[in-house]
């Protein structure tokens, strides 16, 4: 007995360091809302990314900035966009930044 409360008391002071955010849990994927140049769109939080990646279908990519590529399913091409400005749970940045797309 004496051991859990010891491990508990251990345990109290982690609370105030904890912080908690909105997400969605949608098919194995974790969804949380973002501002990308001024609309509200929700993210797949991927916590493996090398940095900020776009989906095509709604943001243009720079044809001549094509990135070969390849992994383990094969080689493709990547392409960037410079995002003007984005934020996240009051994290931002408001100078260009390439994203790859």
């Known amino acids: 007995m ?3 409360f010891f491990i508990l008391l251990l345990l109290l002071p982690i609370k105030g360091y904890s912080e908690s955010f909105p997400i969605t849990l949608l098919k194995g ?3 949380t809302e ?3 140049e001024g609309e509200s ?3 797949i939080l991927d916590s493996g990314a090398p940095g900020l990646v776009l989906n095509e279908k709604y943001y243009d990519a ?3 900035s094509a990135i070969p590529c390849s992994g383990i399913n094969g080689s493709f091409e990547a392409n960037t966009h410079q995002v003007k400005q984005w934020s996240w749970l009051g ?3 408001k100078k260009n930044k390439c994203a790859g797309v």
Do not use: G, H, K
């Open 62 to 64: 720079d044809p001549a």
């Open 29 to 31: 994927y974790i969804l």
């Open 91 to 93: 994290v931002s940045n």
């Open 41 to 43: 769109v929700l993210v």
């Open 34 to 36: 973002a501002t990308i």
């Open 2 to 4: 004496e051991r859990v």
